[in-house]
């Protein structure tokens, strides 16, 4: 994490109000952006579904993955027949846009859509061009909703419902916008949204990361005997998270070992460790399969959400008329 970063998450500092002008000016030129589409100067675009976003206001680390990975299979509880869309960040696949499957290559497709398509039985799709993306699954599929991993400022696409997670430990950090802070939109956007959902424990929309089980890299096995101490290595948003899951299960941390978000690993990233254990999470476990060790671990969460929370999602589907067979 580089110092710009660490100081978003601190009493704001000299640093913080060096950045501030660039802040204004990231608020300025997003602002007119914004208004740009909700004036019709600028075009956007409708899907043949309803869409669902869910997003953040803020740079990484708030969870949106596992809460997919929960809301995914819940629709199709209901009966409703889902598609994915990411940006696929960090991905390289050789055109767009891309259909990701479990027989991908992670380095193609980019770590988190991978982990979807591992997880998730519905057409995952990734590209920056939003609507070749709906468009492919158009095509392709049926279906009756799209979610959208992400794109809560991608005002192109219009959107039925805007879900944004907010980090419950971090929240908005010391509240400024890029760079001087984590923000991309204030929190005043959240008036706007159909509903605020906390990661972690406190509100009554939220949902908590349950530890699910620690799993071997190399073969994705359950284990349940492994090593009580070790090395925690990770290429998240907000490693503290994780790092605590451990020492809650009575894993002693040694050293950790924090990328940047995305980072896409390679084997000498690991010679310093010789015969340690590692721990990491299963969005960097995918990237590391390849070349793991016997020893090398990864933890396992589950989004659980509160009733609350279900009911909630339950009622705005039924008020947008979002159901089987839109």
Same mark, same amino acid.
């Given at each position: ?55 953040? %206001?803020?740079? @990484?680390?708030?969870?949106?993955? !596992?809460?997919? &990975?929960?809301? =995914? ?5 209901? #009966? ?97 916008? %890029?760079?001087? @802070?984590?923000?991309?939109?204030? !929190?005043?956007? &959240?008036?706007? =949204? ?5 990661? #972690? ?109 279900? &009911? ?15």
């Amino acid at each position: 994490m580089s110092a710009i970063e660490k100081s978003w998450y601190q009493p704001k500092s000299l640093l913080t109000f060096l950045l501030l002008p660039f802040s204004i000016l990231f608020w300025v030129i997003s602002t007119l952006r914004r208004l740009s589409f909700k004036l019709g100067l600028s075009q956007s675009f409708r899907a043949h579904v309803p869409v669902i976003v869910v997003g953040n %206001i803020g740079i @990484g680390g708030n969870g949106k993955t !596992p809460f997919v &990975l929960w809301l =995914v299979p819940y629709l199709q509880s209901l #009966g409703i027949k889902v598609a994915v869309i990411s940006r696929g960040y960090g991905s390289k696949a050789p055109y767009y846009p891309y259909l990701v499957t479990r027989d991908s290559a992670v380095e193609e497709v980019g770590d988190e859509p991978f982990l979807l398509a591992s997880r998730l039985d519905c057409p995952i799709v990734i590209g920056s061009d939003r609507q070749a993306s709906c468009e492919l699954i158009k095509a392709r599929f049926n279906v009756d909703v799209i979610i959208s991993d992400d794109g809560l400022q991608h005002y192109k696409m219009h959107r039925d419902i805007e879900l944004c997670i907010v980090d419950s430990q971090r929240r908005f950090g010391n509240g400024c916008l %890029i760079p001087a @802070g984590p923000l991309r939109e204030l !929190p005043t956007r &959240l008036n706007s =949204v159909d509903l605020v959902i906390e990661n #972690g424990a406190g509100a009554m929309l939220s949902y908590t990361l349950a530890q699910s089980g620690i799993y071997r890299v190399v073969d994705n096995k359950l284990v349940q005997q492994y090593p009580q101490q070790g090395v925690a290595v990770s290429a998240i948003g907000n490693p503290q998270r994780f790092e605590n899951s451990l020492s809650e299960l009575g894993i002693e941390i040694v050293k950790t070992r924090h990328f940047r978000d995305h980072y896409a690993y390679g084997v000498d990233d690991f010679t310093e460790y010789n015969d340690l254990a590692l721990f990491m999470t299963e969005k960097d476990a995918v990237k590391c399969q390849a070349f793991a060790k016997d020893n090398w671990y990864y933890l396992r969460v589950d989004a659980k959400p509160t009733e609350a929370l279900q &009911l909630s999602i339950k009622h705005i589907l039924k008020q947008k008329e979002i159901h089987h067979g839109v």
